[in-house]
């Protein structure tokens, strides 16, 4: 008999509300008429000698407009929400901007999780 952890329930639940709320999410035509694309790029560092790779994703007017990306770690609970940096280089017509993030998360046997994303954020505009 295989019983589930705390960290992997919280994961799948994490996985199945941001499933839900993937699909409800609005168009990115909708929601940022004047985008033609919106790139993000991640680099992730930490304090371990096992990184997740570099990550680029490229969104399109029919992609849906959400912006909460799991933690690469497969033990992490946690999630980075780019919403409002999105929002804001939007707002101000900007065609790119970066940040970081610090996870949130929890790891296995309640260990917080150290991952540091490093992103960039490109808009081309129609």
């Known amino acids: ?13 994490k996985n199945e509300r941001q499933r839900r709320d993937r699909a409800a999410a609005p168009l990115l035509r909708t929601s940022y008429p004047r985008l ?6 991640f680099e992730f560092s930490d304090n371990t000698e096992f990184l997740p790779s570099p990550q680029v994703t490229v969104l399109h007017p029919p992609a849906r407009a959400y912006f909460c990306f ?3 770690y497969g033990d992490c609970d946690g999630e980075f929400d780019l919403r409002s940096p999105v929002d804001r280089m939007v707002s101000a017509d900007e065609a790119s901007c970066d ?16 991952l540091r994303l490093d992103y960039s954020i490109a808009a081309q505009w129609t």
């Open 1 to 13: 008999m295989k019983f589930a952890t705390a960290a992997t329930s919280g994961r799948a639940a």
């Open 36 to 41: 033609a694309t919106l790139q993000l790029d």
């Open 70 to 72: 799991a933690c690469p």
């Open 99 to 114: 940040g970081h993030m610090q996870c949130s998360g929890t790891r296995h046997a309640g260990a917080r999780c150290t």
